[in-house]
């Protein structure tokens, strides 16, 4: 048996200098495009290793420290607290309805290539800044990415 997710998790908002940002779509939930999102691995996992553990694994950029795109990776210091979607509370422990996200924004050039996990998500595509937050179904990410411009560098 899996365990419980942890209720803290990452929320990465890709996006190039242009302020065109990545969405994927989820495999569990189509036409839910988002950035990349996902839950601590532990409770003492840093959140920028979580940042940069999600982007590997839902999207294959590599931006662990030490690499290139490791500078473009900024904490944003936000939290955003909600409530856990019904058809994902079953991934909690009992009695956890509320979830801390934090989020964070990746800056990297265009072109950058997307290679999805086919079991978290079906598809990809790069939109400017106030149509990427349009196409959100989260309320937290599309107001993240109407942020893009204050934090962009």
Known sequence: MQPFKIPESVL????????????INRTDAPGYWQSV??????????LEATAVREVREETGIDCR??????????DWTIENVYDIYPR??????PGVT???EHVFGLC????TEVTLDPREHTAFRWLPWREA????????NAE???LLPQFAR
């Open 133 to 140: 937050a349009d196409a959100c179904f989260s309320p937290s």
């Open 144 to 146: 993240a990415i109407l």
């Open 108 to 111: 990297v050039p265009a072109g």
């Open 37 to 46: 999102t996902g839950a601590k691995d532990s409770a003492d996992e840093p």
């Open 65 to 74: 420290p030490g690499t290139p795109l490791h500078a473009g990776l900024a």
């Open 88 to 93: 994902w509370l079953h991934r909690y422990a």
């Open 12 to 23: 990465v908002v890709i996006h190039t200098p242009a302020l065109e940002v990545l969405l």
């Open 98 to 100: 509320r979830n801390t």
